[in-house]
Nanobody, 123 residues
Framework: QVHLVESGGGLVQAGGSLRLSCVAGRALRTYVMGWFRQAPGKEREFVAAINWNGDSTYYADSVKGRFTISRDNAKITVYLQMNSLTLEDTAVYYC?????????????????WGQGTQVNVSS
């Protein structure tokens, strides 16, 4: 089993920054990790993903250049550094994992999920 717990969400003003963390119950070696978000009334959308050793990342166009995904060397924690936040970034952010070699960008491609952490961006 894979247990994922997100943290780091909160309220931030537009233009500010937050760093989200996703802590796994064990080292997720060989797992691809992803961040997704879901705003009220919208479907869950891809944000960023990173492969198991951290040498490959992929970002949604909406966050490219503003968000950075990373993971620790122990492969236990995945981070999402969010800069230059806008109101459109308001959502519940979810950490996801899948035992797979290549990065995936669809929510349906992941089979392990955290409970989510709320990010509210205010003006």
């Amino acid at each position: 089993q894979v247990h994922l717990v997100e943290s780091g969400g909160g309220l931030v003003q537009a233009g500010g920054s937050l760093r989200l963390s996703c802590v796994a119950g064990r080292a997720l070696r060989t797992y691809v990790m992803g961040w997704f978000r879901q705003a009220p009334g919208k479907e869950r959308e891809f944000v960023a993903a990173i492969n198991w050793n951290g040498d490959s990342t992929y970002y949604a166009d909406s966050v490219k250049g503003r968000f950075t995904i990373s993971r620790d060397n122990a492969k236990i924690t995945v981070y999402l550094q969010m800069n230059s936040l806008t109101l459109e970034d308001t959502a519940v952010y979810y950490c996801a994992a899948r035992y797979i070699a290549t990065i995936r960008t669809e929510a349906s491609d992941y089979d392990h999920w955290g409970q989510g952490t709320q990010v509210n961006v205010s003006s």
